[in-house]
């Protein structure tokens, strides 16, 4: 019996094409795997689609003989929600992707903390010193403490601030408070005068950051958001800042990308706007994660970090 390749689909937009191909196919090799990698779709059976929310191909239904959509990307509200996706998602798990949010969300959270603002863009001759507290008198609370959670969480800890954390299941990580539940997102937020965001969009926590809670943070807190835009209530956070509750946002992901140029976080004083580039996945890294899947897959054996449908991450 002739032996048959496993195809797998690139359907990501084109322009990533060219940079995520040659790491695909050197994985692919390193993984003693022979899969036929094609770029697009036209009509023969698939068996793995590597999948990205910007791909062509978004009806799973078309695709015949479809084991398995390997995301691309960690965040997979898009694809949880697709009704045409009837078999297994995994969502990517990317050491490079870990890295770089940890160092994102340091960087500003140090800026932050340290005032940077105030020297770098104030050089107008006015000596004005001004001390920052040390980071050990700087509480900050991290909501999510997965992949990208946990590592941020270490290396806020790492860096000397009192760190709290929250999940939905109780974790624990090293350095840093971990709590859960309603009570512990009061206790987290009542205390931090900085939170990063970085659970994931669901039903359950969609608008997490709504008028209440934004309440419940120290007078002047900052917000570091490189989760997802519907985890904030828009119009909730503009009245924080607009009053003064809330000191500064840093904000990466929006309900809208490209945050259209007439929103007003573009304009507001206390809003820093960065294009969701927290942490991209890493070409290199993540073909490794999606060539061990496919030999997974092909070996019969559980696939890695497998999305939980009913959770919706
Ligand atoms: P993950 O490993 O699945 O971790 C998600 C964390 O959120 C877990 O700790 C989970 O709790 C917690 N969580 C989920 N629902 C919750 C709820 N209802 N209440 C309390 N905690 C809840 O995800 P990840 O890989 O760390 O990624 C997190 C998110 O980052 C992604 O979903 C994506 O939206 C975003 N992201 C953004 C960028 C960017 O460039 N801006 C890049 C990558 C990812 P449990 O531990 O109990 O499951």
């Known amino acids: 019996m002739p032996v048959t390749r496993p195809v797998a689909l690139f359907n990501e937009e084109a322009a990533e094409w060219p940079h995520f191909a040659p790491h695909l196919r050197a994985a692919f090799a390193a993984a003693g795997l022979d899969v036929e990698l094609r770029e697009r779709f036209d009509g023969r059976p698939v068996d793995y689609l590597i999948h990205g929310p910007n791909g062509p191909e978004q009806n799973f239904a078309r695709l015949p003989g479809l084991k398995a959509v390997l995301n691309l990307w960690a965040g997979v509200e898009r694809v949880v929600t697709n009704p045409t996706l009837t078999v297994p998602l995994t969502r990517m798990v990317d050491p490079g992707m870990t890295e770089g949010m940890a160092e994102y969300v340091a960087a500003h959270v ?7 603002d105030r020297h770098v863009l104030g050089q107008d001759g006015l000596w004005r010193p001004e001390t920052p507290p040390l980071a050990r008198d700087r509480p900050v609370g991290v909501l999510g403490l997965g992949v990208l959670g946990a590592a ?6 790492v860096l000397g601030f009192p760190v709290t954390g929250w999940s ?3 974790a624990t990580v090293p350095g840093v408070t971990c709590l859960g539940g309603a009570e512990g997102l009061r206790a987290v937020l009542s205390q931090a005068q900085i939170v990063v965001l970085l659970v994931p ?3 359950d926590t969609a608008n997490l950051l709504n008028a209440e809670r934004l309440g419940w943070l120290p007078r002047g807190a900052a917000i570091v958001n490189p989760g997802r835009g519907g985890l904030i209530d828009d119009d909730a956070l503009l009245a924080a800042l607009d009053s003064g509750q809330v000191g500064h946002a840093t904000l990466d992901v929006f309900r809208t990308e490209p945050l259209p140029p007439d929103h ?6 206390r809003v820093t706007v960065t294009p969701h580039i927290a ?7 993540a073909s490794r994660v999606i060539a061990e899947n496919i030999r997974r897959a092909e070996a019969g054996e559980p696939l890695l970090h497998l999305v939980d449908r009913g959770a919706g991450y």
Not at 152 to 157: F, G, P, S, V
Not at 264 to 269: E, L, N, S, T
Not at 279 to 285: A, D, H, M, N, Q
């Open 279 to 285: 942490s991209v996945t890493r070409p290199e890294s």
């Open 168 to 170: 939905r299941r109780p």
């Open 264 to 269: 007003p976080f573009w304009a507001h004083p």
């Open 152 to 157: 941020t969480a270490r290396m806020l800890a």
């Open 201 to 203: 969009l669901t039903p």
């Open 110 to 116: 140090l800026r932050f903390h340290v005032g940077t």
